[in-house]
């Protein structure tokens, strides 16, 4: 009876995340946006030292490898230098910055965001308990930021500014929604200079990691439903993404990739990435 559940249940879950990636923003431009115009070499160089202080200081890895915050040990001080970093960062013209120094300023914006909200709400179980709204799940479409004039919120940075303009799957590594299945919040901030490697290296931590690629008892195989939610960045159908998975598995999870042709499930731990809550 009880496989019969499940067996019953994982059309109906399959659908649900497909729905879920339904009502994700599409990646387009905002109208008239000019925020991602770049400049020459060598552009601008931000300072994202009191970024970095912050993650030095309140990230802690967990047994499980999942980095996690200690919201409820962040002083009143140090919550003072975020917003005087997330001041500093809003009034930078991101036309001013090459393409490198601007994604790495958009993932670091992103990011301080998602912590500094966190903050103003916390203690909560999970980021889709912060309500902008009756209806709303999560503060993604809450107004954070105004860059060069132009409003924000943190849909707007992820889809309508990275995602639009970018073309690199990869900072879906990167950006962190502060929930325990996301790819781990870097302990420091991202920069110009590192982004191939940092990007390489956070794909190959979450692709290898259980939270992103991992087999059932039965061999069945369970994806993070980041790779359903933006498949299309990703690859144009469910077996050019299992292509691109297997690229950045180790030699063991990559054989078994390449002899499974479909996904049994997608999941995702939308609980905080809170260290309270892991110790």
């Avoid at 490898?65 to 919201?71: A, D, I, L």
């Amino acid at each position: 009876m009880k496989k019969l559940l499940i067996l019953l249940l994982l059309p109906v879950l399959t659908a649900c995340a497909s729905a879920e990636r339904l009502a994700l923003p599409a990646p387009e431009a905002l109208p008239g946006q000019t925020l991602t115009r770049f400049a020459s070499p060598p552009g601008e160089k931000v300072d994202h030292r009191d970024w970095t202080a912050f993650l030095h200081r309140y990230i802690v890895t967990d047994g499980q490898g999942v980095n996690r915050v200690t919201y409820g040990q962040v002083t009143r001080a140090d919550r003072a230098r975020l917003d005087e970093y997330l001041v500093d960062l809003q009034a930078i013209d991101p036309a001013r910055l090459t393409r490198d120094q601007q994604l790495a300023y958009w993932i670091n914006l992103y990011n301080a965001l998602t912590v500094d909200v966190v903050l103003q709400n916390y203690p909560v179980a999970s980021i889709r308990d912060i309500k902008n709204g009756r209806f709303s799940i999560g503060p993604w479409n809450q107004t954070l930021a105004r860059v060069a004039g132009q409003e924000l919120t943190l849909n707007d940075i992820e889809h309508r500014v990275i995602r639009s303009t970018f073309g690199e799957p990869r900072i879906h590594y990167a950006l962190n929604c502060a929930a325990v299945g996301c790819p781990n919040l870097m302990d420091r901030a991202w920069q110009a200079e590192t982004l191939e490697r940092d990007f390489a290296a956070a794909e190959h931590a979450y692709i290898n990691d259980p939270r992103g690629v991992q087999f059932d008892q039965r061999g069945g195989l369970i994806l993070s439903k980041i790779f359903i939610w933006f498949r299309e960045d990703f690859g144009p159908n469910e077996k050019s993404v299992l292509a691109y998975i297997a690229t950045a598995a180790e030699p063991e999870l990559r054989a078994r990739l390449q002899q499974t042709s479909r996904v049994k499930a997608y999941q995702y731990d939308w609980a905080l990435n809170d260290a309270a809550a892991g110790s």
